[in-house]
């Protein structure tokens, strides 16, 4: 049975709150209100509790910052391919996906989660290969939003967003060369937007899997924005066209 740690209120918090059952062992630090909170509601569900110290914590979030507190557990299965046909389905016009092509640093795939799940994302596709994995230092960027956006891992992300094209999921990729702006495309419907990685961008093959391609308008002195940032701003932008509250 594989085991993970993760340190930090809310990574900690996100996953006693969505999936108790996978929590293992809490280990904390008393004094802070909301490290107690969180140890009582593991009591509450049944989660062994054990007293730590500082340095014992650090040791086990694995350098990470984790604030008092750390869990071991289970972690979950990412989702497969073959369930996004159901998401679709569910989901219909109301569908909205992210891809992220070869993000490479755990914190900014954290911080992508992060604003995929207060954007409402359904789902966030990833490559099986040269991603940064689902790691402490991401989970602990994330702030529980790895709990609560599902992560798909695909074995090719140009052939996964052509089955999604042939769904009706239109696909809108962000590149600092493409004529378009972002605020002049419509994120309206089904759609999935797909980033770069941080160096390179979106690889050949998967910006020509793209329906439309979109930049981000910078009138300032600066040329490219951190993949996160990116990502927010993209992300919002569907959420402002699509009038949720």
């Known amino acids: 049975m594989k085991r993970e740690h993760t340190g930090g209120i809310n990574a900690v918090e996100?996953?006693?709150?969505?999936?108790?059952?996978?929590?293992?062992?809490l280990w904390a630090a008393?004094?802070?209100?909301?490290?107690?909170?969180?140890?009582?509601?593991?009591?509450?569900?049944?989660?062994?509790?054990?007293?730590?110290?500082?340095?014992?914590l650090d040791k086990l979030a694995g350098g990470e910052t984790h604030q008092g507190v750390v869990a071991e557990f289970r972690p979950a299965e990412p989702m497969g391919e073959a369930e996004l046909d159901g998401l679709i389905e569910a989901r219909g016009p109301d569908l909205l996906l992210l891809a992220l092509?070869?993000?490479?640093?755990?914190?900014?795939?954290?911080a992508c989660l992060r604003s995929a799940a207060a954007a409402g994302v359904d789902a966030?596709?990833?490559?099986?290969?040269?991603?940064?994995?689902?790691?402490p230092a991401a989970r602990r960027a994330a702030a529980g939003a790895a709990e609560r956006v599902p992560l798909v891992e695909v074995a090719n992300l140009a052939r996964a967003l052509e089955h999604l094209k042939q769904a009706g999921v239109w696909a809108v990729g962000l590149a600092g060369d493409a004529k378009t702006a972002l605020y002049d495309i419509d994120l309206k419907g089904p759609r999935i937007v797909v980033m770069g990685s941080e160096e390179r961008g979106l690889r050949r093959l998967t910006a020509e899997r793209c329906d439309e391609l979109a930049r981000i308008p910078?009138?300032?002195t600066m040329e490219s924005l951190n993949v996160s940032v990116a990502t927010g701003i993209a992300l919002f932008e569907a959420v402002r066209q699509r009038g949720a509250a």
């Open 101 to 110: 092509d070869r993000v490479q640093d755990p914190h900014n795939l954290g």
């Open 30 to 56: 008393g004094g802070n209100p909301r490290v107690q909170a969180l140890i009582e509601r593991a009591r509450a569900a049944g989660i062994p509790v054990q007293a730590a110290r500082p340095n014992a």
């Open 124 to 135: 966030v596709l990833v490559p099986r290969d040269r991603s940064a994995p689902l790691s």
């Open 218 to 220: 910078m009138p300032g």
């Open 14 to 25: 996100a996953l006693i709150e969505r999936s108790p059952e996978r929590v293992l062992q």
